[in-house]
């Protein structure tokens, strides 16, 4: 049920961000301009990028029968991980 929900989030608000009159009208380049939007503009982390990634790539090819293979988008960038080093002090 929440998968649904965080579906049709992103599917709305690409909808909303495409600004286009009916979802058919969405192209596989509204993807690609939106997930680059959502990782350059909006700096969201990159496990929210896949996200709606899998989101989007589901909605075009089982509801709107479109192909997305060949997307080409710059993934946003994961946190890098400094390791904590326990040392004794003088």
């Known amino acids: 049920m929440q998968t649904e ?11 909303r961000y495409s600004q286009v009159q009916r979802a058919r009208e969405l192209m596989p380049s509204h993807i690609e301009l939106f ?3 959502l990782s350059n503009q909006r700096g ?4 929210t ?4 990634l899998c989101a989007l790539v589901f909605a075009f090819k089982h ?7 060949g ?7 994961a946190p890098s991980r400094i390791p ?6 003088v």
């Open 84 to 89: 904590q080093v326990l040392y004794q002090s």
């Open 71 to 77: 997307l080409n988008f710059p993934y946003a960038k």
């Open 49 to 52: 990028q896949k996200q709606a």
């Open 5 to 15: 929900k965080s579906y049709l989030y992103w599917a709305r608000y690409l909808i």
């Open 35 to 37: 997930l680059c939007y």
């Open 63 to 69: 509801v709107l029968g479109i192909n997305t293979d």
């Open 44 to 47: 969201v982390s990159a496990s």
